[in-house]
Nanobody, 122 residues
C-alpha cells in the first residue's frame, strides 16, 4: 500500500501561481499524477509523470501552464501551476499507479491522496 500526502493548495487570484506537492510513502509506483474535480463535474486527469523515465504527459487544457516534476530522492512529485484561471478551481488529487500500472484515467489509479483545494478568484 502506498500513501500519498498532498500539500500546497490554497486561494489565489487569477493570474497567480501555486505549487502542489505530493509525497509518497514508497517508490513502488510506476507513475504519479494529478487529477482534479470541480463541483458537479467528473474527476479529470491534469498531468502525470513516469517515475523511472521521467516522462511527462499533460491534459490539453493545462498544457503550457502546468508543469509536473519530481524529486525521486524525496518520493515527491510537484505540480507547478501558473497563470491560474477561475476555471482551475477544483479539488486536486494526487494519484499513483502501482508497478505495471498507469495514470491515464481514474480506472488506472491504484492509490489516491486525500485531495487539496485550489480556489482561484477573478
Amino acid at each position: 500500500q502506498v500513501q500519498l500526502v498532498e500539500s500546497g493548495g490554497g486561494s489565489v487570484q487569477a493570474g497567480g501561481s501555486l505549487r502542489l506537492s505530493c509525497t509518497a510513502s514508497s517508490d513502488a509506483t510506476r507513475c504519479v499524477g494529478w487529477f482534479r474535480q470541480a463541483p458537479g463535474k467528473e474527476r479529470e486527469r491534469v498531468a502525470h509523470i513516469y517515475t523511472r523515465s521521467g516522462g511527462t504527459y499533460y491534459a490539453d487544457s493545462v498544457q503550457g501552464r502546468f508543469t509536473i516534476s519530481q524529486d525521486t530522492a524525496k518520493n515527491t512529485v510537484y505540480l507547478q501551476i501558473n497563470s491560474l484561471k477561475p476555471e482551475d478551481t477544483a479539488m486536486y488529487y494526487c494519484a499513483a499507479g502501482g508497478p505495471g500500472g498507469n495514470c491515464w484515467t481514474t480506472s488506472d489509479i491504484n492509490y489516491w491522496g486525500q485531495g487539496i483545494q485550489v480556489t482561484v478568484s477573478s
